[in-house]
């Protein structure tokens, strides 16, 4: 990724990790949105670009996934109560997230299968990271395991009391969120950097032994 690609990259995940309660179960519900937007904004782009309407896809693109957005709440409140009327509006926010991902990884010049299967890839390995992500909050910062439950309440069991322990209760604060995606967030990019340099440099020698073959 180019710089400006990378801090798009950045503010579109802290947007995405920092405002919502550190608990595991609403990072399962976030992602399962993301993944969603971002197949359904990714159909509407390229399908406006294939009837020649470019200057209108990323309107079209935020139509779509503001009206899914929609459909996801209404059903998270008729399934999962608790969840949707704790988050509330926070819902909205993937929507903004996956339209940022969505645009640094746009290629206009791939087919639609192509650019499902980046957008896909990429969009999937950042859900990994932001449930590993919630993971730990919902873990070390409250002492608890927290999943889908019945009658429209969340599931949770306790591991440990993290009250007793003002480090690991930090970290279900919002500063405490936000240095933990930072510290993250900073191992993603670089390992993603040094995959990009030794791609690179596998090119460059596979280009170099087929000169010497010639």
């Not at 608790?82 to 988050?87: D, N, R, S, V, Y």
């Not at 873990?139 to 009250?163: A, M, Q, R, V």
Request: hydrophobic fraction near 50%; proline fraction near 2%.
């Amino acid at each position: 990724m180019t710089k400006q690609a990378t801090y798009t990259y950045i503010a579109a995940s802290l947007a995405f990790l920092i405002p919502f309660p550190g608990r595991f179960v609403y990072g399962v519900v976030l992602v399962i949105e993301l993944l969603f937007l971002m197949l359904i904004g990714t159909c509407v782009t390229s399908i406006a670009d294939k009837i020649r309407l470019g200057e209108l896809r990323n309107v079209l693109a935020l139509i779509a996934i503001t009206s899914f957005t929609i459909l996801y709440k209404e059903i998270l409140i008729l399934t999962q109560t608790e969840i949707a009327m704790t988050l509330g509006f926070l819902l909205y926010i993937p929507a903004a997230s996956s339209f940022l991902i969505g645009y640094i990884f746009n290629k206009p010049e791939t087919t639609l299968l192509e650019r499902i299967k980046i957008n896909m890839f990429h969009t999937g390995r950042f859900s990994i990271f932001a449930l590993f992500f919630f993971l730990i909050r919902d873990i070390f910062g409250y002492g608890t395991f927290t999943f889908f439950g019945s009658n429209h309440l969340i599931y949770e069991k306790i591991i440990f009391d993290s009250e007793g322990s003002s480090i690991l209760s930090f970290l279900a604060t919002i500063p405490g969120a936000l240095i933990l995606s930072s510290l993250i967030l900073f191992i993603d990019v670089t390992v993603s950097h040094k995959f990009g340099i030794l791609r690179k440099a596998d090119k460059a020698n596979n280009f170099v032994s087929k000169g010497d073959e010639v």
